[in-house]
């Protein structure tokens, strides 16, 4: 009877634990998203890069399918802080912390461009990266 029990409190759980887990944010180079270089990005490249759908629809203001660099800019100037990546609030991005949001250890080295072995902000805003 105990063991049902159990079962019954561990079913319960399931969705609770399944919904509170949430993703880690992403990074992309821009040159990732625009694949074709036709200085826009395609909802396809977008959602092939890894960038969610509801992401793409905020980013694409004039709702014309895809995303302009005027567009990319302005979400960059309101959501582009390091602050989501920074997961030991240290205000700098480690190799570590860039790697797990999708950069390469290459790209990490483009960006830490003292060679500190972080990225700080000021670099960060040097790149040309999206964060969502």
Partial sequence: MKFISYLFIAA???PVT??????APKIASL??????????????EAL???????TFKQIDKDNNGSISITEL???KAQ????????TDKDKKISKA????????EQEF?????????FITQQEWDTGDWIIW
């Fill in 97 to 104: 912390e860039a790697i797990k949001a999708g950069m390469t």
């Fill in 31 to 44: 040159s990732t998203l625009d694949a074709n270089k036709d200085q826009k990005i395609s909802k396809e």
């Fill in 18 to 23: 399944g919904y509170s887990q949430t993703t």
């Fill in 109 to 117: 080295r483009i960006l830490d461009k003292d060679n500190s072995g």
């Fill in 79 to 86: 959501n582009n802080s390091i602050a989501s990546i920074d």
């Fill in 48 to 54: 092939k890069a890894g960038m969610p759908e509801a």
């Fill in 12 to 14: 319960a759980l399931l």
């Fill in 73 to 75: 800019n302005a979400y």
